[in-house]
């Protein structure tokens, strides 16, 4: 094409091609830009309160950093040294380990249980929800104090009740033989409700039309379930396995309140041995050290369920 002045002209197909291109290139940086401006506040959280932290508190287990800021020179690998030869640092490993097991296991087979029972159409279900869930609301320093009473050798409810049965109720708190598992019930009671809900929702989620289908195939109550809900119920209890592994991992508040690690050091988590170097005994580089030991070893146990996980699945 030929314009007046005898020069010629790019196709107008072409041009407006060339131009629609540009615009369309101009708006995608326009929507990233938008895009990074509206994450840039979460992501300058996420740095300044989990990132450097994080990069913060490896760099100090290398160090003598102690909580009054003094003898900060670098000391290598000496904390992880002596932590992993610290028997304090394994006996709390250990009550961390025993902790899991204990309360992992009610807090899935109860849960489903109560979600069952409820699903099932019992009168006033909203009462049901309602007791389930209202003491996972609860700050844990009611719960504590609460079970703190319950478990009082003199006065405390579950004593006077065993009293009534001729048995001398132990002291719950005090005692190294039942120490942990005042804890561990404490534990389920209070956050059995969040677990009941997540197994509650999955239930409801389960098709009507498998159940006919047993039904006229002649499948009883049990068969149902063993055949249909605990099937369907897989994915969930998955996902409440890990949750709750984790949460149990975790513990501090609950056993800092009622036992403060005691009786001689048999309920004394991992975490709640960290706080008393890191805070008691003002050694903050030395209980950097044993958390991330702590951390590492989480990873791996998480690393190995996930492989398990994906071969089971391969395998179904």
């Known amino acids: 094409m030929t314009t007046a002045d005898g020069l ?4 107008r197909g072409a041009a407006a091609a060339t131009a629609l291109s ?24 996420f740095g300044l309160f989990l990132i450097w932290p994080t990069v913060y508190g490896l760099w100090m287990s290398f160090t003598g950093t102690s909580l009054a800021g003094t003898n900060t020179q670098f000391v290598g690998l000496d904390n992880w040294v002596e932590a992993l030869g610290d028997p304090q640092v394994w006996s709390s490993l250990a009550n961390t380990a025993w902790f899991t097991v204990l309360s992992t296991i009610p807090l899935v087979l109860v849960a489903m249980l109560l979600a069952v029972l409820v699903n099932i159409g019992l009168p006033g279900q909203w009462f049901w929800r309602l007791s389930f869930f209202m003491p996972f609301l609860l700050a844990s320093t009611v719960v504590s104090q609460f079970w703190n009473w319950m478990y009082n050798p003199q006065l405390g409810l579950i004593n006077t009740f065993l009293g009534w049965f001729g048995i001398a109720g132990p002291a719950w708190l005090q005692d190294p033989n039942t120490a942990m598992i005042a804890v561990v019930i404490t534990t389920v009671w209070w956050t059995i409700g969040f677990n009941f809900l997540l197994y509650l929702a999955a239930l409801q989620n389960i098709p009507d ?6 039904s006229l195939d002649g499948a009883g109550g049990w ?11 897989a994915p969930t209890t998955v996902l409440v396995l890990v949750l709750q592994m984790l949460a149990s991992l975790k513990v501090f508040d609950q056993i800092y309140q009622m036992t403060g690690g005691g ?6 988590p991992v975490l709640l041995y960290i706080y008393e170097v890191g805070f008691t005994g003002y050694r903050l580089g030395y209980a950097s050290a044993i958390s991330y030991i702590f951390f590492f070893m989480i990873i791996i146990v998480s690393i190995a369920y996930m492989v398990i996980a994906s071969r089971r699945s391969v395998k179904a």
């Open 8 to 11: 010629t002209a790019p196709p």
């Open 22 to 45: 540009a615009g369309r290139a101009r708006r995608r940086r326009t929507d990233n830009l938008r895009g990074w401006l509206y994450c840039a506040p979460f992501l300058i959280a």
């Open 209 to 214: 039309q498998l159940y006919e289908a047993a």
């Open 263 to 268: 009786p001689g050091g048999t309920t004394r």
């Open 223 to 233: 068969r149902k379930f063993l055949s249909i809900t605990l099937p369907q119920l």
